[in-house]
């Protein structure tokens, strides 16, 4: 006891050291290791190496790879694109007092709280073409039925409009911190001056704002980019390959192909990908640092 | 007399003018409440469809005309329970998520403190990319490594693939609530002769309980909610409810009653946990975005 006393900052964080190493640096090293040879994970047959040919055939003859980037940076614009300027529109509707103002701010959170699983199915419900409520409410407005995730050139957008649906909340919460952190002195000088509402948005909230909307942006890509659940659960990357994105053909490849080198060579791309625009974000966040 | 007279002119002028700005400042209030609701309206809708749909017979389901003509019946819930053991499942949900959140606050406790006293940065960077890097990273090396340990068809893989998104967002959390609290008590313990892990025990973690509240539950949430980790490490025995639900869609995808019910049996849990601790989520789940 006196020793572990005496090694505080050891003591402390050791076994969180340990199990980082063993459950998060060991399987990265391993998944690199993987992606040189190619296995089908038999305990039988040792992995055989291959060299980079994994990678080599990833960017020089895999189309559906390629395809997969396309779609999850497509994906991830849309998805994000419409979160920011959705949120940024609730953000300032809610932002003040109002009566059942804190209702308000917990009833936006269940979407991004409930199970992913659980939002699927009721998407699936909603966008069934015969039964579902969003078919019957557009034949009662006299528009035609859509086919939503049936149409492989339009699955990947209602994907996203269920991403949308889920997160815009977070989005707006973010920027509602950041609105209630914005200094007064600037909206007094400004409505001295005669400054309209619009020219105070324009000139002063979204300049102020800035530094939070990127942060608040940046934050949603990196998850957007990964987002596996909804879209393996709705449309499992259907139809055709639709709506296949790096994560779920990284997991097909793996879980139900058992390519492992394959897919370890893929998912170490991925890994370089959500790393390299977390640098930029952690890079960023440097030098605008104290705003957040 | 004529004084006031005079006065009485311009103040009824004045009052037309006021009485004009009121009416419009309540014009715009009333549509501030209206686009208020008309965004609550679209957040809710799809959980209110689930929920309505889970009190209806197949028959009911594929009448989208007249969505409120049904008798409600419980014969979804009651076969969700009676046929596919999801009694079981339940049990393994709660039992991943309340072991995994228990043993990530055991390790992620100290070390978010030692990080914040004594500056370890670099622990807390590490920490922050197991929060970015893509989970699917690492499933092929666990999955490898926990069949040849023969712990798959045990809880073990899952509660250590749930701690692994449990521990950084406790030590995120902690770390900024470590660091916001004054040194002095501790310092003032360890002069009466507390030991530093004494002073951590006795001092710190007592004043910090309401970060610790806040971290648990967005960790219980996070492992109830996860899919792709349970998809893979979970077997016939261990399955949590986001597998038996998706499961569940394949087997039976024209069942919508039933998978409705089964909706929100593992949504129901989340959304009274976040009707309660509404103020300690949105910190918690922000905190990435306002904190670093």
Do not use: C
């Not at chain 2, 049990?91 to 606050?105: E, G, K, Q, Y």
């Not at chain 2, 910090?208 to 960790?219: E, K, L």
């Not at chain 2, 949590?240 to 929100?264: E, H, K």
Request: hydrophobic fraction near 55%.
């Amino acid at each position: 006891m006196d020793f572990l006393n005496r090694h505080i900052r050891v003591t402390f964080i050791l076994p969180s050291v340990i199990f980082v190493i063993a459950m998060m640096i060991v399987p990265i090293l391993y998944t690199s290791y993987l992606s040189l040879h190619i296995w089908s994970g038999s305990a039988r047959r040792a992995p055989e190496f291959v060299g980079l040919s994994n990678y080599e055939r990833l960017f020089t003859r895999d189309p559906r790879f390629g395809d997969a980037v396309a779609r999850t940076f497509i994906f991830t614009g849309i998805a994000v694109g419409a979160e920011l300027t959705l949120g940024l529109g609730i953000a300032l509707l809610i932002n003040g007092k109002f009566l059942g103002h804190n209702l308000v701010k917990t009833l936006i959170l269940l979407p991004m709280v409930a199970t992913p699983v659980a939002i699927g199915m009721a998407w699936l419900l909603l966008y069934e073409p015969n039964i579902g409520a969003l078919n019957a409410l557009l034949r009662a407005l006299g528009l035609p039925p859509q086919d939503f995730l049936g149409s492989s050139s339009t699955a990947l957008l209602w994907l996203a409009v269920v991403d949308i649906w889920q997160w815009t909340p977070l989005m707006a919460l973010i920027l509602l911190a950041g609105l209630a952190a914005l200094p007064e002195e600037p909206y007094e000088a400004a409505r001295v001056d005669g400054a309209s509402a619009w020219q105070r948005f324009i000139h002063l909230t979204l300049p102020l704002l800035f530094p939070t909307i990127i942060a608040a942006t940046l934050l949603r890509s990196i998850d957007a980019l990964k987002t596996f659940d909804i879209i393996y659960t709705m449309t499992r990357g259907g139809p055709g390959f639709a709506t296949e994105t790096i994560n779920t053909y990284g997991y097909i490849q793996a879980f139900e192909y058992f390519q492992l080198g394959q897919a370890s060579s893929l998912l170490i791309v991925f890994f370089t990908l959500i790393l390299g625009v977390s640098l930029f974000f952690i890079r960023f966040r440097r030098r605008w640092g104290t705003a957040l | 007399m004529t004084t006031n007279y005079a006065v009485h002119v311009p103040q009824s002028a004045l009052n037309v003018y006021a009485q004009q700005r009121r009416q419009r400042q309540a014009l715009l209030g009333a549509l501030r409440y209206a686009a208020i609701a008309f965004v609550l309206f679209i957040f809710l809708a799809p959980f209110l469809w689930m929920l309505l749909s889970s009190f209806k017979t197949q028959v009911d389901i594929t009448n989208t005309r007249n969505i409120l003509a049904f008798t409600p019946t419980l014969e979804n819930y009651r076969n969700v329970f009676q046929q596919h053991e999801f009694l079981r499942y339940l049990l393994n949900s709660f039992a991943v998520a309340a072991l995994s959140t228990l043993f990530s606050l055991i390790l992620g406790l100290p070390a978010a403190y030692a990080i914040a006293r004594f500056r370890l940065q670099w622990l807390g960077v590490i920490l922050l990319t197991a929060r970015i890097v893509p989970g699917i990273t690492f499933l092929i090396p666990w999955y490898i490594i926990f069949s040849r340990l023969g712990l798959i068809g045990t809880l073990t893989p899952l509660i250590l693939s749930h701690m692994l998104v449990g521990l950084p967002f406790i030590a995120w959390i902690m770390i900024a609530f470590y660091e916001d609290l004054p040194i002095e008590l501790e310092e003032a313990a360890k002069i009466d002769g507390a030991t530093p892990i004494g002073a951590f025990l006795r001092v710190a973690l007592p004043l910090s309980m309401p970060g610790v509240i806040t971290a648990g539950i967005v960790a219980f949430i996070f492992s109830w909610n996860n899919f792709m980790f349970s998809l893979v490490l979970a077997d016939d025995r261990t399955r949590t409810l986001p597998i038996a639900i998706f499961n569940f869609l394949t087997y039976a995808s024209v069942d919508w009653g039933g998978l409705m019910a089964a909706a929100v049996v593992i949504t129901l849990p989340v959304l009274i946990i976040t009707l309660f601790v509404q103020r300690y989520i949105v910190r918690g789940l922000i905190a990435g975005a306002t904190k670093g």
